[in-house]
């Protein structure tokens, strides 16, 4: 993901959240280095996208997103499978991220995963009517030694 594909990148975030992410949150994450990767079809439109960043021993999954008319056809999960080799590669010992409590799609897709709940954050996010929603924080172990995707 660079700075010129930001408008198609969020023409797909302003569909795919109530609270989407601003051009500045991801202008921002490009311009502190993260890791932003696109999932692209052959005629380069875009299906999807991660932006995670780097730490010492650790990687945090900041987004991941696919395009809604796309949704339901793996996309999410090969996505994932490229936020892993990311960390793995760094090499991370914990891949990182927050998820509302309500969002059960992608609760699902970490679990299976292999993610735990190691957390949870009372009224972070924003909600309708001006109410809050709870964050988990959820982990995925990696083994350092290991090439395998969960
Ligand atoms: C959550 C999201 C990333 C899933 O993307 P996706 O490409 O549809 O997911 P996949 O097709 O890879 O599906 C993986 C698994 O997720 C679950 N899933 C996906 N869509 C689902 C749906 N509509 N209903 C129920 N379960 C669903 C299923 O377990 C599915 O596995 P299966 O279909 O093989 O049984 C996507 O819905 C999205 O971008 N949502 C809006 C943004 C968001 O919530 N991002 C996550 C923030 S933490």
Known sequence: MREDDLARVLAIEQRAYGFPW?????????????????????????????????????????????????????????????VIACARALPATSLLLEVRLGNARARDIYARCGFAEIGRRPRYYPAAHGAREDALVLRLALDPGSTATP
């Open 22 to 82: 601003t051009q500045g949150n991801f202008g921002d994450s490009l311009q502190a280095g993260c890791e932003a990767v696109l999932r692209v079809d052959a005629q380069d439109d875009i299906l999807g996208y991660f932006v995670a960043m780097a730490g010492v021993d650790e990687m945090h999954l900041l987004n991941l997103t696919v395009a809604p008319e796309h949704q339901r056809k793996g996309h999410a999960r090969a996505l994932m499978a490229a």
